[in-house]
């Protein structure tokens, strides 16, 4: 079994999970990065390939740029990275999460305004740097949210959300039942996470850096179904450890009357403020599926 094999396999997360929490720090970045020096050799993996076709796109590179490889090798540093800092501080439960992951203003005042709206919030997030420290950093503050996730889940994603679940984040994956949770959820008030970036849950084209994406609506759905105002915020690595969750200004959903237009133009208007904090920091954008079909 391969270095490829045991990363995607349900055995990967554990041994990841077992070496960042035994290891100084240090020495668990220095294993993340020979893991990244054997993934990075295989050009033909479909992972290696869908980050080279979206880091083109966001950086506005040629497919056969040289630079994409830096890019792909940047990308796969800052996934085990993080993936060595984000268990570190789950091994010293909320309070080793809140220390290594601060909220930026922007993020607490949206929360806030979006409780005492009473009209429920959904906040949505991006694979941007850590995304598993955003949730868990918001939880461990004390706000509860009900947390939608990619359905199916299968090997190294099927335990991630166990460790999810044993974190105390109430976790389901997408389905009609957890969307009509979700709606009851938000109609009295409550909080509903998920995120927005990541291709193959149906979703509808929407214009992602200048070319059409088809990528996850249900948020903004489910926005301009309950009135629900929609906060994005994403995770940003400050360095050795340590985390920022910054936070947009809160996104009203439309009242036309036209639910798909509405939830069309809601969708496109969060996009947009996720690829402004991607331009900032791609090699931060830790997406490993296609987003643009013709970008491969």
């Known amino acids: 079994m391969d270095v490829n094999t045991i990363a995607k396999s349900s055995f990967g ?3 990841a999970f077992t070496l960042a929490r035994i290891l100084p720090r240090s020495l668990a970045y220095w294993v993340a990065d020979r893991v990244t020096v054997h993934l990075s050799r295989n050009e033909s993996s479909e992972m290696i390939q869908a980050i080279r076709s979206n880091q083109a796109v966001v950086q506005s590179l040629a497919k056969e740029d040289p630079g994409l490889d830096k890019a792909v090798w940047n990308v796969l540093r800052n996934a085990g990275r993080c993936q060595v800092d984000l268990y570190k501080a789950i091994g010293g439960g909320p309070k080793a999460i809140i220390r290594s992951c601060d909220m930026d203003e922007s993020l607490a005042k949206g929360l806030q305004k979006g409780e005492e709206s009473g009209r429920g919030l959904i906040v949505v997030g991006a694979h941007m740097s850590n995304f598993d420290m955003f949730l868990l950093s918001i939880h461990s503050r004390g706000i509860q949210a009900q947390i939608l996730s990619y ?18 984040l109430d976790l389901e994956p997408t ?25 193959g849950l149906g979703g509808e084209p929407l214009v992602f850096f200048g070319k059409d994406a088809v990528l996850p609506v249900g948020h903004a759905r489910l926005a301009v179904r309950t009135g629900s105002p929609v906060l994005a915020g994403v995770v940003q690595n400050v360095g050795r450890g340590k985390y920022i969750a910054i936070g947009s200004p809160l996104f009203e959903p439309g009242s036309s009357g036209d ?17 402004g904090r991607i331009r900032v920091k791609p090699e931060e954008w830790l997406m490993f599926y296609p987003v643009w079909e013709d970008a491969g």
Request: hydrophobic share 35%.
């Open 13 to 15: 997360p554990f041994v």
């Open 151 to 168: 359905p199916n889940p299968q090997g190294s994603y099927r335990v991630q959300n166990h460790i999810r679940k044993r974190f105390g």
């Open 175 to 199: 389905s009609m039942k957890s969307l009509r949770k979700a709606f009851r959820t938000l109609s009295s008030g409550g909080i509903v996470a998920t995120g927005v970036d990541r291709p």
């Open 259 to 275: 639910e798909k237009k509405d939830t069309l133009d809601l969708a496109q208007r969060v996009l947009e403020w996720f690829e």
